[in-house]
């Protein structure tokens, strides 16, 4: 079995799909020749030809339209938004017109269109580079929304998702595409090829949507977690020396309750952890279907560490950013409640 990055693990799967199905194509901003600015789509053009893997015009509305065509009428495009930032010209088009038309059309039409993303901090790239906008894709009915922690994750994840017959947004968290960054932005970041998840088939296969993983299990809090994030959270509770249970939820929409459910009624304390802003970002989601679900069962306040409600700040990226010191004052919090 081969060890992979995850930018060569999704690259497989984007090779996989299209050698399996004619249907599947790729295209957006560099994409092409180029390979794209990650590298994701590298070798495809030639691989596959221009009718299949091509560039397109800096127009993200446009880009996103002409999927929404394409998947209409059979085929099944995965698009490339170069960063998650620049993804608001095409929200229109993918909350107005992709996440509708199964239903707009009374089922005669869907929209088996797959939108990649890279997305979120920690690289130095300021505002406009860093942002994590899951939160305004969670919200809209019609579509799924996917986030990989691990590149063997992120190959059969970005499989399934082509395959849905639905739109999904599928973000890719950028700070680990080379290695699982745990937080500690002052020490030497491990490569991929050292860690087990790296080890990735080269043939097909799957992880289905809406399944949640049990990355560290323990029975005194549960942490909730999802890219970049996972790899902070256990790295805070392996300094905190606190028996944490990090689950990877994988999905947000299809989320997987009953795996929360199932921890939290064990440990009885809940902390998330995500990059986005605090106010209304998808921790607020989780946190009202754990007191739904779970009240009874809490013997804490739930905690959320997250990004500040500020535009992501350059000059201040570490203070923004969800590290673990700030993770372990959050999960003894909930333990000394």
Known sequence: ????????????????????????????????????????????????????????PINE?????????????????????QFADYMYPAYDQLVSEAARLRYRSA????????????????????????????ALFTHVAGLKTVIPSTPYDAKGLLISCIEEDDPVIFMEPKRIYNGPFDGFHDRQVSPWSKHAASEVPEGYYKIPLGKANIVREGEAVTVLAYGTMVHVALAAAEEAGIDAEVIDL???????????????SKTGRCVIVHEATRTSGYGAELSAMIQER??????????????????YPHSLEWEYFPTPPRIIKAMRRVMEA
Not at 69 to 78: D, E, F, I, N
């Open 1 to 56: 079995m081969a060890s992979m990055t995850m930018i060569q693990a999704l690259n497989s799967a984007l090779d996989n799909m299209m050698e399996r199905d004619p249907n599947v194509l790729t295209f957006g901003e560099d994409v092409g020749y180029f390979g794209g600015v990650f590298k994701v789509t590298e070798h495809l053009q030639k691989k596959y030809g221009a009718k299949r893997c091509f560039d397109a």
């Open 61 to 81: 509305n446009g880009i996103a339209g002409v999927a929404i065509g394409m998947a209409a009428y059979g085929l099944r495009p995965v698009i490339e938004i």
């Open 107 to 134: 089922g005669d039409f869907t929209a088996p269109l797959t939108v990649r993303m890279p997305y979120g901090g920690g690289i130095r790239g300021g505002q406009t580079h860093s942002q994590s906008p899951e």
């Open 250 to 264: 994988r999905t947000l929409v299809p989320v997987d309750n009953e795996t929360i459910e199932a921890s939290i």
């Open 294 to 311: 779970c009240f009874y069962k809490l013997e804490a306040p739930i905690q959320r560490v997250t990004g500040y409600d500020t535009p």
